[in-house]
């Protein structure tokens, strides 16, 4: 199972490098642009989904489980922003790339160097967004924070779709070919 996680890390640093690459062909003013998206626009999706990530590391590390490769720098851009699922981090765009690529390195270094199957299946106790308490298997919230990435990255390559942008391949199964 843990060989399975650091694929799937693997593969979401890969997709968000080329995804970042292909929003980069973008004006500031396209990016921004309300496409009639869940979130509006590509930069506020971005946003999102490193907002998601950030408070799931968030967990992690106040649960005690950052084992050393996660410490509160990372998520201390949104910590009075934890329940707001909208907020944008950053406006800039070239600092939510590089914000992104910190979080996409230390995420793998994480799920590569400091987990195991014993510790994927042990329990996260957490606050929701809804500040309700919640347990669920470290497993089942890494699935969820992985697919959840691809969820909103599947928005964004429509979106760039629709303005001539080709994202190029983002299977999974082809991707990941000899990991």
Do not use: C, P
């Amino acid at each position: 199972m843990h060989a399975t996680f650091i694929k799937l890390a693997k593969y979401n640093q890969l997709m968000n490098g080329a995804l970042y690459a292909a929003v980069e062909t973008l004006t500031d003013g396209k990016r921004k642009a309300d496409a009639g998206a869940f979130f509006g626009s590509i930069h506020l999706t971005l946003n999102h989904i490193l907002w998601a990530d950030k408070n799931w590391l968030r967990r992690f590390i106040i649960a005690g489980h950052g084992y050393g490769r996660l410490t509160a720098g990372i998520y201390e851009n949104i910590q009075d922003k934890i329940s707001e699922h909208r907020f944008e981090i950053h406006s800039d765009f070239v600092a939510l790339k590089q914000d992104r690529i910190s979080v996409d390195t230390k995420l793998l270094t994480w799920v590569s160097e400091s987990l195991s199957d014993e510790r994927l299946q042990q329990v996260l106790h957490y606050r929701n967004a809804k500040n309700e308490d919640m347990s669920r298997t470290f497993a089942d919230v890494l699935t969820h924070l992985f697919n959840h990435q691809t969820h909103h990255r599947g928005q964004i390559t429509t979106l760039l779709s629709q303005q001539g942008v080709d994202v190029g391949v983002t299977d999974y199964i082809a991707l990941s070919a000899g990991w």
